[in-house]
């Protein structure tokens, strides 16, 4: 196996509080590392760096783990700018356009969905993404949906059937034989093409007694869950997410204190979505108030056609910083190690000997140039262990 060198790393953020500064950031200065194909093998002092087969000369740049996007909606087909044109304009976000995609995804061929697909793919991982989960969600037939998580998982390992994104509009009339659909025949085919299971539990979307249903159907059938609550309204999905022990509540705009101590006395990460924020013109949740109350937090994309057409991680760790009260280094540890927990994996989002080769080197002297250069090309090379 070829080992590559980097050397001259100016600051190495590795989130290994057992490296270098001690802080949950493990952060080095000078500092050198050794990595084959799959993994991380050794770090250390620059003036330390043992040989190896190829050298990379970083030239004092900083050097991050790669960012782990644990939450994204990335197969689908057409868009939804006009929507996004009028939310600019005043008009709210409500799920509604959910439907307009649906009928977009229905129509194309598998071909269209995965090139479309890869080119979202392909963006993101230049933005330095190198773990993204990937969520069905936008067929809501029983081989539409296996068509999607087919072709999710031929990009991700983090692949999420999310049968219950809608109540399509051929069931308007029959909410209850959706749901019984969802938790019945439907998880019963998508459950082998799928690690995890999604329900969007919302104000407009499921109900907590719905979601409750579906998602124990789901982990009886073997996946693992997660859960998008409280985006639109206090509708009482965070409680459901911890009641249940989901890896992760995604979006958590509108939460009160109880959902606070709850999230904070459990395994669940709260995932944050600014660009969600940003997209819908919502008011920003408060990462700093989650991080106060000592909840575990994530930060993703949520790349997806109608709230957040977002392929760039560092303009999301930017957002976190200026609207939600996050210091660079909390959003960069949610945007690394938090979706990492939000995904339950211990192999990525940190750099120590074992973890996954995956990092990132930035153009610039400090991490802190994620955010404070929203929009610029900070990530100048990806360097992604063999899946
Ligand atoms: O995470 N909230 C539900 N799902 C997506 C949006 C889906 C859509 O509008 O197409 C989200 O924001
Ligand atoms: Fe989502």
Request: net charge negative; with cysteine.
């Amino acid at each position: 196996m070829t080992t590559r060198v980097l050397v001259n790393i100016g600051e190495l953020t590795t989130n290994d509080p057992a490296c270098g500064d001690g802080s949950v950031m493990g952060r080095m200065h000078d500092a050198a590392m050794v990595l084959d194909e799959g993994q991380v093998l050794w770090i250390g002092a620059n003036a330390d760096a043992p040989a190896g087969d190829e050298v990379i000369d970083v030239d004092g740049a900083a050097v991050v783990p790669g960012f782990v996007d644990s939450h994204t909606h990335l197969v689908f087909a057409g868009e939804r700018s006009e929507e996004f044109e009028a939310r600019m304009a005043g008009q709210r976000y409500d799920g509604g356009g959910i439907q307009r995609t649906v009928s977009a995804t229905r129509g194309a061929t598998s071909d269209e969905l995965r090139r479309a697909m890869a080119t979202r793919a392909r963006a993101l991982r230049a933005s330095g993404v190198t773990t993204m989960e990937v969520k069905s969600g936008y067929e809501l037939t029983v081989e539409g949906e296996v068509r999607l998580l087919g072709i999710a998982g031929e990009f991700s390992d983090e692949v999420t059937f999310l049968g219950a994104h809608a109540v399509p509009s051929e069931f308007a009339h029959d909410r209850d034989g959706y749901v019984d659909l969802v938790a019945g025949a439907m998880l019963e085919r998508c459950a082998p093409n799928a690690k995890w299971a999604d329900v969007f539990c919302d104000e407009g979307a499921f109900h907590v007694d719905e979601a409750r249903r579906i998602l124990l159907a789901a982990r009886e059938a073997g996946l693992q869950l997660r859960l998008h609550a409280n985006q639109l309204g206090d509708s009482g999905g965070v409680a459901l997410g911890v009641e249940l022990d989901v890896a992760s509540v995604d979006h958590c705009t509108h939460v009160n204190d109880a959902d606070l101590d709850a999230l904070a006395s459990c395994d669940t990460v709260a995932t944050l979505l600014p660009g969600a924020e940003f997209s819908t013109r919502s008011a920003y949740s408060s990462g700093r108030r989650f991080l106060d109350a000592g909840v575990t937090v994530a930060l993703a994309t949520d790349c997806n056609p109608g709230t957040s057409y977002i392929t760039n991680m560092a303009l999301v760790i930017a957002l976190a910083v200026r609207e939600m009260s996050m210091s660079v280094d909390e959003a960069l540890w949610a945007a690394t190690r938090g979706g990492a927990t939000a995904l339950r994996r211990d192999d990525i989002g940190r750099l120590s000997v074992g973890s996954r080769a995956d990092l990132l080197v930035l153009d610039g002297p400090r991490a802190a140039h994620l955010a404070y250069r929203p929009g610029g090309a900070v990530v100048a090379k990806v360097l992604r262990a063999r899946r």
